[in-house]
């Protein structure tokens, strides 16, 4: 009983999709149509990003970028832009969870070396913005812009013309957030070794990095995912195997979960007369709303099947991974690497967290309409 506590803790969204999967199944009894649910373009193409993403990780080519730009920094108000930015610019390509895995252990070890424990918690906290923020630029950068790019048939142009306007004015305020911390001196020399980097594994993630973005958008062919993912799978079994573990196949279930409930909540009239009324024209609020219970990943593929307006409803669902700490996995994340911090301050980190990404998540709904007049 307790595994299946922990389990249901750490996988609560998987959790969630499976129950509401299995609910629906009750009013669409399962049939020929549920294999037709499954995007399995979206499938394949978030397996080989995580096993780019994992091979990167392996080789600590973030971690070494980071202690570079970190042994640089003069004062406090840098070092902690410097560890915010790290997050901010690496999701766009590594996905904002991942960011955050990388990054947050790196800066609290960084502040107490530093003598700085006083600043981890808004340091923390203005990373987990960041990734949530940054990540929205690309479709690599979470899985709901993968998803919807592909849902809608985005072009490179339509969807950077969607993410990039909001995301600039995220980065300017997140840039302002750093001007109460002090430009006191500090001394953050980090002296971690990471080893050689054996350059045969870098070239093929690079590859495949290179092969996974012409897939995303379609590039050749909107079949490219296929021989994406078969590259993936056999190169890493044949070079690298140990990455094939660092795949996240929760994830990845918890996406067929949420798209066979939405198959099956789409075939019941009722439901799907009511989803489209409350979300056609407030696709922004809607989403937004949504991923604060639901979590923004879920929030996007339930609303999709309900709205032809796929712009207004990523930047939605997109900043709607502020607020709440389940809005966004990544937020998550970055809770449960501070309280593994021996001396972390928990509820004073929520209320910080709360208060910071609440008041943010209002800035942004309303800077949202001035941004887009034509899709809200």
């Not at 990054?103 to 906290?125: D, G, H, R």
């Not at 980097?197 to 092969?211: E, Q, R, S, V």
């Not at 078969?230 to 990455?243: E, K, N």
């Not at 999709?304 to 990523?314: E, P, Q, R, V, Y």
Request: proline content about 3%.
């Amino acid at each position: 009983m307790k595994l299946v506590i922990q389990f249901i803790k750490k996988e609560t969204v998987l959790c969630i999709a499976a129950l509401l999967a299995l609910v629906s199944a009750f009013f669409v009894p399962p049939d020929a149509e549920y294999i037709g649910y499954i995007n399995f373009r979206v499938l394949g193409l978030l397996f080989a990003l995580m096993i780019v993403v994992a091979g990167f990780r392996k080789l600590y080519i973030f971690d070494r970028i980071a202690v570079k730009l970190t042994i640089k920094c003069s004062n406090m108000r840098l070092l902690v832009l410097v560890l915010t930015s790290l997050c901010f610019f690496s999701s766009m390509l590594i996905t904002n969870d991942v960011a955050l895995l990388t990054f947050v252990p790196l800066a609290i070890n960084v502040l107490i070396i530093a003598n700085a424990e006083k600043y981890i918690i808004y340091t923390v906290i203005l990373q987990t913005i960041a990734a949530n923020m940054g990540s929205m630029l690309t479709p690599m950068g979470n899985p709901q812009n993968l998803y919807l790019s592909d849902f809608y048939g985005m072009d490179m142009a339509g969807f950077f013309s969607a993410t990039m306007p909001i995301c600039l004015v995220s980065g300017i305020i997140i840039l302002l957030m750093h001007i109460p911390i002090r430009a006191e001196n500090v001394n953050a020399s980090v002296g971690t070794e990471y080893g050689i980097i054996d350059k045969k594994l870098l070239c093929m993630y690079i590859f495949l990095g290179i092969f996974a973005f012409a897939a995303v958008f379609n590039f050749i062919t909107d079949k490219l995912y296929i021989a994406l993912t078969a590259a993936a799978l056999l190169l890493t079994l044949i070079f690298d195997r140990s990455v094939i573990k660092k795949v996240d196949w929760f994830l990845l279930l918890t996406f067929v979960m949420f798209f066979i409930f939405v198959g099956n909540a789409a075939r019941i009239a009722p439901v799907r007369e009511f989803a489209g009324t409350l979300t056609q024209g407030r696709e922004i609020i809607s989403g937004a709303i949504s991923s604060q219970f639901i979590s923004n990943v879920p929030a996007a593929v339930m609303l999709s099947s309900f709205t032809d307006n796929g712009k207004a409803l990523m930047i939605g669902v997109d900043i709607g991974g502020l607020g709440t700490p389940i809005a966004s996995l990544a937020s998550l994340i970055g809770y449960r690497l501070y309280a593994a911090y021996e001396n972390s301050d928990k509820n004073k980190y929520m209320l910080v967290f709360l208060f910071i990404n609440f008041v943010m998540l209002a800035a942004l709904l309303v800077i949202s309409h001035i941004l887009y007049p034509d899709i809200v």
